[in-house]
């Protein structure tokens, strides 16, 4: 029985130029394979916090003939880490992790050896003026408007629907009146 495993990684810089690239994170995660099986290509996403550094996201998930153990994982994550670390060396990556692959949380395994959990809106470059303002993209699974609202107006209306408080929804109002240029 295949047994999957989602491995997590995030890199923070200083400047957006020093972030590494989406072909950098592609190469570096085919290599630490290793025992492992690469199930597609990794889930790269990138947020731009103002006053933080960019934070860039790696989630891949990889799969063994059965149940991997303690070793075998530790492993993994170790060649994860040092791959990353080798393909750029500005990049300051934190430490992998790894945890069970849960359709329910990562969506189907179809979906990432199809090469589908790749594609998202951040996987190449930091969102850029307003798109900052977007809500970011889910990193370990699917982005659906249910749980990662892609506009200010979705999350909005996702705050509402699920009874968001007063305070906040007033925020968001201001929010999108100041965006759509009332404000002049």
């Known amino acids: 029985m295949t047994t999957a495993v989602v491995i997590r990684a995030t890199e923070r810089s200083i400047l957006a130029l020093d972030a590494p690239t989406s072909a950098d994170i592609d190469a570096a995660i085919a290599a630490a394979a290793g025992d492992a099986t690469l199930v597609g290509p990794p889930r790269i996403t990138r947020v731009a916090n103002v006053g933080e550094r960019f934070q860039t996201c790696v989630v891949a998930v990889f799969s063994f003939s059965s ?15 040092a791959h990353l670390r080798a393909s750029q060396l500005l990049a300051s990556w934190s430490a992998p992790q790894s945890s069970p692959f849960l359709p329910a949380r990562n969506g189907d395994l179809a979906w990432w050896s199809s090469g589908q959990a790749a594609e998202t809106r951040t996987r190449d470059a930091f969102p850029e003026l307003a798109g900052r303002l977007d809500v ?8 659906s408007s249910a749980t990662h ?3 200010a107006g979705e999350a909005a209306a996702a705050m509402v629907s699920s009874g968001g408080s007063v305070a906040a929804i007033v925020c968001v109002a201001v929010l999108l009146w100041f965006i759509s240029g009332r404000s002049k």
């Open 149 to 151: 609202p892609t506009s």
């Open 136 to 143: 970011a993209d889910n990193p370990i699974g699917p982005t």
């Open 67 to 81: 149940p991997p153990s303690d070793l075998q994982l530790s492993s993994l994550r170790a060649r994860v880490g």
